[in-house]
């Protein structure tokens, strides 16, 4: 599986920011596309992953609150994020994965190269 994520940049608080991540080779035991982010010097963190093979449900960990929602575009072999009401502790490196779900990002098998989002205040 491969991953090329992109769409990151420079916003401003409160704005918003779409990363896409074109999906590629065989999937079969990946169901799952998901995205981490980290901070500099700060861990990895589960931001949300959507059922790539199966009925497209999501899941998003607590801090999204309901500012980002994964979508699939499965014609294009896409997910995107939409991140909305940005805030500056948002401002991280965003990766794309592939994996069989779950939080912990040992889970997930397959990783693309992240895109830098920063959020200004």
């Known amino acids: 599986v491969q991953l090329q994520a992109s769409g990151g940049g420079l916003v401003q608080n409160g704005g918003s920011l779409r990363l896409s991540c074109v999906v590629s080779?065989?999937?079969?035991?990946?169901?799952?596309i998901g995205w981490f982010r980290q901070a500099p010097g700060k861990e990895r963190e589960f931001v949300g992953n959507i059922n790539w093979l199966h009925g497209g449900g999501t899941s998003y960990s607590n801090f999204v609150q309901g500012r980002f929602t994964i979508s699939k575009d499965g014609a294009e072999n896409t997910v995107y994020l939409q991140m909305n009401s940005l805030k500056p502790e948002d401002t991280a490196i965003y990766y794309c994965v592939a994996g069989m779900g779950g939080r912990e990002p040992s889970l997930y098998d397959y990783w693309g190269q992240g895109t830098l989002v920063t959020v200004s205040s």
């Open positions: 080779g065989r999937t079969l035991n990946s169901h799952f």
